[in-house]
Structure formats: structure tokens, C-alpha cells
């Protein structure tokens, strides 16, 4: 099966669209902050998600929130040999 649009790396994000990851619905018994946070994470550059974590704090949100796992964004992120950038931004 080919993929349906190819993907594109280095594009520059706006504003609208980074904001647009705040309005993501979690799946049920799920943390909303959580899932908003992971997305983001998932799905941005390190300069994007710097962008967004602004717009996730200035709406009172909780960068600390847990998966059912107990673990925060920034537990997982400090797993992840490449994301040293996110954990410095979730760090600050």
C-alpha cells in the first residue's frame, strides 16, 4: 500500500497549526494533558513544540499530567536517545 501524501520534513509550521494540538480529544480514562502533550511531542520538531508548550502553559494546562502508566512526557522523553532538546524544553 503506497502512502497517500509523502512527507515533508522541514515545512514551516504556523502558529494555527501548532495551536491546533491543544484541541486533541484523549481516548477514554486517558489524561487530556497527557495525550496533548505526546502528540505534540510525537508530531513536532523541537522548535515547534517550544511554540507549543508556550500556548499548553498559557491555557493552564499541566505539563506534568501522567499516562495510566504514572509517567510523565518528560519520563518518557528522557528514554528517547535523540530528544534531549524536548527534555530540556519540558525541564524549563
Known sequence: ???????????TWSDKRIE??????PP????ADFHTLYNAYKHMRDS?????LEHFKAAGRDIHALNGLG???L???KTH????????LLSA
Open 71 to 73: 509517567l510523565s512526557l
Open 1 to 11: 500500500m503506497a502512502v497517500s501524501q509523502p512527507a515533508n520534513f522541514n515545512e
Open 20 to 25: 491546533s494540538f491543544l484541541a486533541f480529544q
Open 48 to 52: 515547534d513544540f517550544s511554540i507549543f
Open 75 to 77: 519520563d518518557i522523553v
Open 81 to 88: 536517545a535523540q530528544s534531549q532538546a524536548f527534555a530540556d
Open 28 to 31: 477514554a480514562g486517558e489524561s
